[in-house]
């Protein structure tokens, strides 16, 4: 019952920036947390950053001083700013939100949006 819409990706150039952001609607008050992941080609999908409904945020090593994730709860909206970007950035990334009922875990996906950065 979460829907999540992605905008945001892009093309760029090493070093630049981009803000993705990723709109939910549905049943967004049973949301405790929301983040990002990525995957390459080839690669599995991994995690970028999160955020939880309290506003703790955890970010993937690799994306660790560059990246900085937000949200405005009053646009149920997460964002992701992406600074120093690097070739390795170069993936599809992925909105995620996750609510929690009954002791169980259930994840919602939006669909994706490409960030190509080239060098």
């Known amino acids: 019952q979460v829907q999540l819409v992605e905008s945001g990706g892009g093309l760029v150039q090493a070093g630049g920036s981009l803000r993705l952001s990723c709109a939910a609607s549905g049943s967004i008050f049973s949301i405790n947390a929301m983040g990002w992941y990525r995957q390459a080609p080839g690669k599995q999908r991994e995690l970028v950053a999160t955020?939880?409904?309290?506003?703790?945020?955890e970010y993937g090593d690799s994306v660790k001083g560059r990246f900085t994730i937000s949200r405005d709860n009053a646009k149920n909206t997460v964002y992701l700013q992406m600074n120093s970007l690097k070739p390795e950035d170069t993936a599809v990334y992925y909105c995620?939100?996750?609510?929690?009922?009954?002791?169980?875990?259930?994840?919602?996906w939006g669909q994706g949006t490409q960030v190509t950065v080239s060098s």
């Open positions: 995620n939100a996750r609510t929690i009922r009954a002791a169980r875990t259930y994840n919602y």
């Open positions: 955020i939880t409904s309290g506003g703790t945020t």
